[in-house]
Nanobody, 125 residues
Framework: EVQLVESGGGSVQAGGSLTLSCAVS????????MGWFRQAPGKEREGVAY???????DYASSVKGRFIISEDNAKNILYLRMNSLKPDDTAIYYC???????????????????WGQGTQVTVSS
């Protein structure tokens, strides 16, 4: 059984940092595309960042230069380091996994087969 479990969310002031973790079991993340998404109240789920088997990464324009996606393959954990947080970053953050080596339609939620339960990030001004 594949499970993705996010942790590391919380409440921070604007300008602060958080690191989200996504522990994966039943599935080895290194050969596949992994992504982070977020969903704010009343808004659609949006892609934040992804990493593929070649360690190619990409970021949504709203987070580029502030967020970093990475993996610890030995621990099978996906990370999202979030710096210079803004109130607009407030959302539930989800990790997700595609069953493909490279990320196709990487910011489309429907492309991802497995999802975590989400972790809340709240940024106050």
């Amino acid at each position: 059984e594949v499970q993705l479990v996010e942790s590391g969310g919380g409440s921070v002031q604007a300008g602060g940092s958080l690191t989200l973790s996504c522990a994966v079991s039943g599935y080895t993340i290194s050969p596949y595309c992994m992504g982070w998404f977020r969903q704010a109240p009343g808004k659609e789920r949006e892609g934040v960042a992804y990493i593929d088997s070649a360690r190619t990464t990409d970021y949504a324009s709203s987070v580029k230069g502030r967020f970093i996606i990475s993996e610890d393959n030995a621990k099978n954990i996906l990370y999202l380091r979030m710096n210079s947080l803004k109130p607009d970053d407030t959302a539930i953050y989800y990790c997700a996994a595609q069953l493909s080596t490279y990320c196709f339609d990487a910011y489309r939620p429907g492309r991802y087969k497995y999802w975590g339960q989400g972790t809340q990030v709240t940024v106050s001004s």
